[in-house]
Nanobody
Framework: QVQVVESGGGLVQPGGSLRLSCSASGDINSIKAMGWYRQALGKAREFVAG???????NYADFAKARFTISLDNAKSTVTLQMDNLKSDDTGVYYCNADSTGAGFHFGTWGQGTQVTVSS
């Protein structure tokens, strides 16, 4: 089994940057992809970005111009660099590891890290 732990959340002013990290442990050789989701208060969890061990990545439309995902296969660590943050980016950010190839919905979730964008 795989476990993931996020870090790097916090409070930042609009226009600022944050870097989230997620480390996987356990059966890391089974991981096919890792990604990030977020959930704002009162809203459904939504996809932010994902990266595969084969080098591919994809982003939600709101993240394409401002966020960058990086997956270090050797360290089983995925980072999310977030720039030009907006108040709408506030929420709990969750890491996910897909170790079956069936997609993130069947993957392993972390406990989440809070990101607050406010002046």
């Amino acid at each position: 089994q795989v476990q993931v732990v996020e870090s790097g959340g916090g409070l930042v002013q609009p226009g600022g940057s944050l870097r989230l990290s997620c480390s996987a442990s356990g059966d890391i050789n089974s991981i096919k992809a890792m990604g990030w989701y977020r959930q704002a208060l009162g809203k459904a969890r939504e996809f932010v970005a994902g990266a595969t061990i084969y080098g591919g990545s994809n982003y939600a439309d709101f993240a394409k111009a401002r966020f960058t995902i990086s997956l270090d296969n050797a360290k089983s660590t995925v980072t999310l660099q977030m720039d030009n943050l907006k108040s709408d980016d506030t929420g709990v950010y969750y890491c996910n590891a897909d170790s079956t190839g069936a997609g993130f919905h069947f993957g392993t979730w972390g406990q989440g890290t809070q990101v607050t964008v406010s002046s």
